[in-house]
T-cell receptor, first 113, second 110 residues
Framework: NAGVTQTPKFRVLKTGQSMTLLCAQDMNHEYMYWYRQDPGMGLRLIHYSVGEGTTAKGEVPDGYNVSRLKKQNFLLGLESAAPSQTSVYFC????????????FGQGTRLTVV | GQSLEQPSEVTAVEGAIVQINCTYQTSGFYGLSWYQQHDGGAPTFLSYNALDGLEETGRFSSFLSRSDSYGYLLLQELQMKDSASYFCGGLNTNAGKSTFGDGTTLTVKP
């Protein structure tokens, strides 16, 4: 039972490069979220999705784009990476909006140099 | 929006009891959740309070007072493996989003 899987686990980018982070869940969940976590700080919501084909902005959406073409996958894109985007990125999912438990992936550690 | 405040660090000894407080200011608040995160790992769900009062799950308990905009996580019989960061999260009625505090790093000493 895989749960929520993120790829890649680690990545180093040069400033200006682009990349896509993939989040896949096998629990048939409707709701998916992308967070970033900076040292000593909590999780800040970047973008989220309430179902296949839908996306919405969270707290800190600038510099990121997302897509949810398939229910099980939620992609986070960085079009032109900046050092300020160095962070650990977590994906989470849950079945319904009132579910109290969100399931998190293991994170992607991204460094932009 | 929501904002949640919790202490940045707490230290306790093995076998002791520790309480991690969380105060919040929020609109559209549905309930308060708690997550544990070991260094380098994923946050994992511990507890949730929708109603005022105490919820107990083994060695962990969580409390909520809506009138005081306050909650806490209580960890009993501390073990070394409890050393981790603990986050409180306000669950929002809008799309089931959670807003998290900055986390409390718990260090358990022998």
């Amino acid at each position: 039972n895989a749960g929520v899987t993120q790829t890649p686990k680690f990545r180093v980018l040069k400033t200006g490069q682009s990349m896509t982070l993939l989040c896949a869940q096998d629990m048939n969940h409707e709701y998916m979220y992308w967070y970033r976590q900076d040292p000593g700080m909590g999780l800040r919501l970047i973008h989220y999705s309430v179902g296949e084909g839908t996306t919405a902005k969270g707290e800190v959406p600038d510099g990121y784009n997302v897509s949810r073409l398939k229910k099980q996958n939620f992609l986070l894109g960085l079009e032109s990476a900046a050092p300020s985007q160095t962070s650990v990125y977590f994906c989470a999912s849950k079945g319904t909006s009132w579910d109290t438990e969100a399931f998190f992936g293991q994170g992607t550690r991204l460094t932009v140099v | 929006g929501q904002s949640l405040e919790q202490p940045s660090e707490v230290t306790a000894v093995e076998g002791a009891i520790v309480q991690i407080n969380c105060t919040y200011q929020t609109s559209g608040f549905y309930g308060l959740s708690w997550y544990q995160q070991h260094d380098g790992g994923a946050p994992t769900f511990l507890s949730y309070n929708a109603l005022d009062g105490l919820e107990e799950t083994g060695r962990f308990s969580s409390f909520l007072s809506r009138s005081d905009s306050y909650g806490y996580l209580l960890l009993q019989e501390l073990q070394m493996k409890d050393s981790a960061s603990y986050f409180c999260g306000g669950l929002n009625t809008n799309a089931g989003k959670s807003t998290f505090g900055d986390g409390t790093t718990l260090t358990v000493k022998p």
